[in-house]
């Protein structure tokens, strides 16, 4: 059974970074993208950014290429989302998502997530 479990949320203020971590267990031998999604209240779900397994190629959300890094532990089994520059409209849940079946921007396309963590800009 796959296991996303996301860290590193809290509450930051604006201009400020935070570094979100999403670490996966049971995976199977299939080396399955990783991507982060975003969910501000009363708004749909929204891509972020994702990663190939081998960490060879990334892709991001326009509102965050350039402030925002994705990276990725094989050895470790974990995908690492650094935020720079964080502003108000950066605040959401952040979700962990695994194995794209299809386009990476479709939450629906996902095989598993995690829980989420809270990611709340101050001004």
């Known amino acids: 059974q796959v296991q996303l479990v996301e860290s590193g949320g809290g509450l930051v203020q604006a201009g400020g970074s935070l570094r979100l971590s999403c670490a996966a267990s049971g995976r199977t031998s299939s080396n399955w993208p990783m991507g982060w999604f975003r969910q501000a209240p009363g708004k749909e779900r929204e891509f972020v950014a994702a990663?190939?397994?081998?960490?060879?190629?990334?892709f991001y959300a326009t509102s965050v290429k350039g402030r925002f890094t994705i990276s990725i532990d094989n050895a470790k089994n974990t995908v690492y989302l650094q935020m720079n520059t964080l502003s108000l409209e950066d605040t959401a849940v952040y979700f962990c998502?695994?194995?794209?079946?299809?386009?990476?921007?479709?939450?629906?396309?996902?095989?598993?997530w995690g829980q989420g963590t809270q990611v709340t800009v101050s001004s």
């Open positions: 990663i190939t397994w081998s960490g060879g190629s990334t």
């Open positions: 998502a695994g194995d794209p079946e299809g386009s990476y921007l479709r939450p629906g396309d996902w095989a598993f």
